[in-house]
């Protein structure tokens, strides 16, 4: 599905490899996996250049900067809770900018399209739509279960012995 939605995107081929292509153009080799798609999360993806030279396992090794905010992240939330007006435009605008995207006018349907593409693949989507109210429609297909999966239970370790009471629909 993001595969089809970031057609047209600048950001696709930063964001998803589609290792099957470079297989078949014997480019690259890979082992296909369960229900495997072809298709790998580029973002994260580790390269031969961040092969780690200290010690262990170089393959488990690799150099990989975490990041824990983005500048988009800050501005797309500032703009989503904006919702309108110069301000929420102008850090829309800066975000999509940054892409080569031209502007387009600042609404609660862009922003939230321009999330699903600037934030692809770093765990923001399922927080996303949970706060728009989109899960149960977008997840029904993968066990989604409107009601209960909004929020998570409260682990048992942190209840036991605690005035704490589960959530709703984890009893």
């Known amino acids: 599905k993001l595969y089809d939605a970031m057609q047209g995107d600048p950001r696709k081929d930063a964001t998803i490899l589609d290792l099957k292509a470079l297989k078949a153009a014997g480019k690259a080799d890979y082992i296909p996996a369960y229900q495997d798609t072809g298709y790998f999360l580029n973002k994260y993806l580790p390269r031969q250049t961040d092969v780690s030279t200290g010690g262990g396992n ?58 699903r593409m600037e934030l692809a693949g770093e765990g923001h989507r399922f927080f996303d739509l949970v706060r728009w109210g989109d899960a149960a429609a977008a997840l029904s297909d993968r066990g989604f279960d409107a009601g209960t999966d909004e929020i998570f239970p409260i682990p048992y370790t942190e209840l036991n012995g605690t005035k704490l009471k589960q959530n709703p629909n984890y009893q």
Do not use: C, F, W
């Not at 989503?80 to 609660?108: F, I, M, N, Y």
């Open 58 to 115: 170089s393959e488990l090794n690799y150099k990989q900067n975490s990041y824990v905010i983005r500048l988009a992240d800050t501005y797309l939330m500032e703009a989503e809770a904006l919702g309108s007006g110069p301000r929420a435009q102008a850090l829309l605008d800066a975000v999509r900018k940054r892409a080569g995207l031209t502007p387009v006018p600042v609404t609660l349907a862009a922003i939230k399209h321009e999330r």
